[in-house]
């Protein structure tokens, strides 16, 4: 799970062009929308791209996403029961 | 077409001279390759890293530009926010269509796509000012910005405005450069841009790119750059072009001998500037004639850069010995008459006097 | 930016799209209620999305034109050229420099679609350099102006879903600067593989026909057309001889200064718009039969400008209906496509249903008109709203009650 949590991490920090922050600045119960990372709805669609691409997880549904996007900590959690790849 | 005047009342640029700067025009840098990009601001500067990341390079220019025209002129919000653009966000475009193709249209990245489509430009320049009046987008090859300016001129007759923030914006990226070199539009070799339109007759140009903005306003300030007396566009014209340059001139009341600088699209391209020295012969303003290409490079809304250098020049009393054909700079301007066209199709004429100030 | 100005008529209609081809199959279907929703056929992608469709493929489309094959050609240049022809048959205007005429054609795919197949071929032969140039959509609209002759100004507004739209505000500012006599409008777009995995990406393409305004809405179906008109003043027409078919009352432009996609829940924008038409049009909200929404389907979208709506007409707002479920959302080309659909509701009095609907939004205080009624009707506001907020309503009034 940590190994999940340092490249979900990296891997957003990349995709999401978040320049000006580092893998230790994200807390893995920090909230990723709103108040903590202060990520939006089209990052959500950007991450959804993520999960397909890396996890082979593909969501019908944007709003989905809402719950498994909370923190580092759930998406890690529904990748590690989800990923098919 | 009668206009009311408009005054130039604030100016924001980048080219591939200084950024919000008027360096580049009487100035400039020369350059020796064919592909030159624009010299770019310090984006953090003007963006914090939140907003920055999901903003393409040819918006945060713009958005630039914008504001910088917006705080020269002392008006805080515009009327109108109106863009013209030949290619829009090509960038993000080339990025979303490679990728599509490139994954047989799997693992798209939407924010390439939120930001290829042309009108966002403008609708990035208007949230981020919190501007929701008139808000419109051109895209018509080499008289974009010309015809955002028009756009603009209507609704300032209409007396629907007092101010419009017009922008003038392209960016070239290598893969649209390559294109547009299969098809001719770029010289091989360019040893010095600065000395290029008036040495070469060759085929082709060399690329620039740039964000230009300018705030026009109904009202002249003490700020004001110059006067856009009169303009007309125009397709395929039925009659000769040196005969509707006369009736533009006339009917503003003025004789082509009033004409202080003939102000021309040339790029060093032969076939392109035919037209203009053909013009410059025939109505006696070869002496008058002048270009600006040498200074931001070929793109489709360089006109926009054309403009800047007929409004500063005029603000600052010195037409820049540079981009004077016959090398020999002129004070005391009082009219400029600008001329720019696109393969000979698209015409576009405007007339900018000195302010009274 | 509510000034009043001189209005202009429509003298003449060119449409097609997945409902017709020309105005009076659009008329049939849209009596019928006759979707154009179908299969994708024209091209080639994973997606089984649905979508609507022009019938006509290019070489059809050549035939109808006289065009020769092997030349070079789009299909949203195509299909432009065929709505133009028919716009300016029924306006009974010959091209012969009697009359200065622009073109101002909205679109935003311009050549995309033959860009996304030989995209890598431009980059790496001379193989189709020829459709390099056709990619901008200048040279759109210049190969549509070419194809008449006779057309002194030319003009490519975009502004994503509300380009078409804006072409009428263009227009109606040019004839009445005398900048010209007569203004074809309108716009043209083709389903290209680019946009619909664009709007994909975006996850607000529903996957069964759309449902405007309905709770359970899902996103939007994708549609191709062209639609154009022909503008004119009083004074020409009357020194033409011809007969006006409907009046552009009026319009307003704003933008929503919101998002890059989404709509304020407000509808800020929208709200501008809409008040901004009815005030140039001179026109008080309860004159308006019909609004024809802007309605694509998507959850936000929906919401906000029903909220507009709301904010300008009330709780009980008159018969409304997005008739994106028959023609699917033809993007740049919609402001056109549904200005034609407004003034064929205006001539016949009567209000096109919204299909697929079956129940009403729950934090909207009502519900679309479901199925077609007849009925007076006199004044319809249309609406046209485009990605990053570029917002356009027009108002088009019937010719007994405008003069």
Redesign the interface.
Known sequence: MEKLIIELKTEIIK??????ITIEDIGNDDPLFGDGL?LD??DA??L??LM??DYGIKLK??NQGRDIFKSILTMAEYISKNRTI | MIINPIYINGIGSISIQKPLSEDGIFNPVSYDTPRVSCIEPNYRDFFTPAVSRRISKIIKRSIITAKHAISESGIEMPDAIITGTGLGCIEDTEKFLDSMIRNEEKFLKPSFFIQSTHNSISSQIAINLDCKSYNNTYIHRGVSFENALVDAALLFKQKKIDSALVTGSDQMTPNYFTLLKRIGYWADTVNDTLQFVRNTKTKGSFSGEGSISFMLSSQQNKNSYALIKAMDLFYKPTVPIEQKIEQFIQAQGLNIEDIDIYLTGMSGDAQNDKVYTDIGKNLFLSEKTAFYKNICGEFYTSAAYGLNVAASSLKKGIFPAHCLQDGKERKNTTHILFHNHFKNKDHSLILLNKCSN | MSEQSESVFITGMGIISAIGIGVDETLISLRESKSGIGKINHIDTIHDLPSAEVSLTDNQMMEILNIEAGQIVTRTSLMAKIAVKEAITQAKLTLDGKFRVALINGTTVGGMEKSELYYFDFLENDKYNEYIEAHDCGSCTESIADYFGGISYVSTPSTACSSAANAFILGQNLINEGVVDIAIVGGSECLTKFHLNGFKTLMILDDKVCRPFDETRAGINLGEAAAFCVLEAKKTIDKRAVKPLAKLSGYGNACDAYHQTASSPEGNGAFIAMDMALKTSNLQPTDIDYINAHGTGTPNNDESEGRAVVRVFGDNPPHISSTKPLTGHTTSAAGCVEAVISILSLNNNFIPGNLNFSQQIKTLPFKPTEINIETEVNHVLSNSFGFGGNNTSLVFSKIESAT
């Open positions: 995709v999401l062009n978040l320049e000006d202060g709805s089209i669609l950007e959804i791209v397909e691409k549904d944007a």
